[in-house]
């Protein structure tokens, strides 16, 4: 499980950056028609990965404390 708000950002603006580009990409840079076919599993992938980071508070692999702790 990769749970990290910061890595998890990055690859939410790269799988954003596949969709909402996605035609420009097509035309501009053909090589990348392969890896175009998965730009929506990258986005949903960045999202959950920093659905999980805010959940065990990490960013970029150093805890954060965002919330408190009820200990």
Not at 20 to 38: E, G, N
């Amino acid at each position: 499980m990769f749970g990290d708000y910061g890595h998890g950002s990055l690859i939410l603006l790269l799988g954003a950056c596949m969709v909402f580009f996605h035609d420009w990409y097509l035309k501009h840079i053909p090589a990348l028609r392969d890896i175009q076919r998965l730009r929506y599993m990258f986005f949903l992938m960045g999202f959950f990965s920093c659905y999980n980071g805010l959940l065990y508070n990490e960013w970029f692999a150093i805890p954060y404390d965002w919330f408190g702790s009820c200990y």
